[in-house]
């Protein structure tokens, strides 16, 4: 308890355009290149790269938070528009190495997007993500988050700050892949399960 009662009150400055977070902790960026094998159009990401494009799709600023027992951790995340082949820029996708006690909010502030869910029964389900809705992740749920819009993705993440997110629920785990198809967004079987 001695930890707690040192940590004090933290008060974060965030903004959306440009995307910052003050006081900052870890920044994750994912650009195509650190993520291509999530995505099923592996011609089509290594074009983009052959090209010189390697587009940032994905950034995260974490808060200054312990990553103890009895902490939150609160973060603010961008997935970038985009899409590599017809399938839309994404999160690598990852379930919580704590699956009874580890559970996140999501609170999008803009964007449009697509909360993809998955359990390790084989469970499916997809919510949405814009602003004026919060989702809540159930602790044994795998999640990914895809930018179906024209605008950046933005949303607020908050979670137990010792979960550890497991990646190894990836690409060949999640039953289906976001598109674009007719200029539309449309779902369609994951080719790369259990491949
Ligand atoms: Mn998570």
Redesign the pocket.
Known sequence: MKKMASFLPLDIDFSIDPLDFTPKGEIITRKLSSMKDAFVDQDAADKMLANGQDPLIVKVFMAEIPAEEGFLMVNINAVYPGKVGNEYFMTKG?I?DDPEHAP?VYITLQGNGKLILQNKNGDFHVSEMRPNKINY?PAPWA?RCVNVGDDPLIYI?V?PSD?E?DYSFDSRTFKQIVIEKAGKVAFADNPLQNK
């Open positions: 990852h919580h996140e992740i999640h993440g979670f979960t997110r």
